[in-house]
């Protein structure tokens, strides 16, 4: 009998942790479920980190600015957006409706009698994490700075 199993270069580039929160409702489910629930979005965003790796290096340097590392991040946070649309096909993180951001933790809480979201997987690269939560939500922000957040649905 031949095994089969799939490789994904997300699953050696980024940092990955499935339910983050430990939500219970999300503790019945099996680590391949959940991969399963977040679906290409990772390899969405290892590809835009990949793309962009020079600049993610550059900002990482020790002899800049706190001023100009800012600058950088922010940049950077902008054209991994973009990167993740293109590989999308489609503007997720430019159509994007929401108003509220995740808090420190990664909750979206909810408004108007919606419930509060905890996230599915987060999944980081250097100073970038990316927050998916159900529905093909996903949150791509700078580490230690939540409100440095770009919102997107990939469904």
């Known amino acids: ?3 089969l199993f799939t490789v994904r270069t997300s699953d050696f580039i980024l940092n990955k942790v499935l339910n983050p929160l430990k939500d219970k409702s999300y503790g019945t489910l099996t680590p391949d479920q959940l991969n399963e629930w977040c679906g290409v979005i990772p390899d969405f965003f ?16 020790k002899q800049i600015s706190d001023l100009k590392k ?3 991040q922010n940049s ?3 054209k991994v957006a973009d990167r993740m649309d293109e590989a999308y096909g489609y503007p997720a993180f430019g159509n994007s409706v929401m108003t509220n951001k995740p808090s420190d933790f990664g909750i979206i809480f909810g408004t108007d009698g919606e419930p509060d979201l905890n996230p599915l997987a987060k999944f980081s690269f250097k100073f970038l994490e990316v927050l998916v939560y159900e529905y093909g939500m996903v949150a791509l922000r700078i580490i230690g700075k939540p409100d440095a957040v770009k919102f997107g649905r990939f469904d």
């Open 1 to 3: 009998m031949n095994t």
């Open 46 to 61: 290892c590809k835009s980190v990949l793309d962009n790796e020079n600049e993610i290096d550059a900002r990482c340097d």
């Open 70 to 72: 800012d600058y950088l």
């Open 76 to 78: 950077i946070l902008s």
